[in-house]
């Protein structure tokens, strides 16, 4: 189950990730320690999403398989949705700005939740642990 409390405990190759995002050098240095924590409550295709970091907090509603807007922490937005694959958590997303995809996935491991990300050929993961 993804439901419960999620806080980052650590990054692989995220700093790549931002930087092929076009996230300016100073910024990546804050996004690497954003101490970013998520909260999930699925109710059957229904979630329930609390995130808290050192930029911001903020809470969101989605449907699996109903596209929704996201905006990231520097305003870049993207429209998507997730869908589940058996125990997988898979979302497609497409930047407003370019047109171009932002894969994600989110799995539950044990007691680490390990999200991928992938965006124009770069591939990076958050791995947090449940709190
Ligand atoms: C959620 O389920 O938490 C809301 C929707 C998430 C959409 C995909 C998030 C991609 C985040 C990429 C971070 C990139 C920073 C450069």
Redo the contacts with the bound molecule.
Sequence with gaps: TFNGNWKIERNDN?EK??EK?G?NMVKRKL?AHDNLK?T?EQTGDN?H?K?SSAFRNLE?D?TLGVT?E?S???G?E?S?S?TMEGDM?K?V?LRKDNGKQ?T?T?IVQGDELI?S?H?EGVDAKRIFKKC
């Design positions: 995220y990730f931002m995002m996230i996004a998520i999930l979630f999403v995130e969101l989605f929704f996201y990231l922490a520097d870049t993207l998507g997730w958590l979302g997303f932002l994600t989110r999200q990300y965006y």
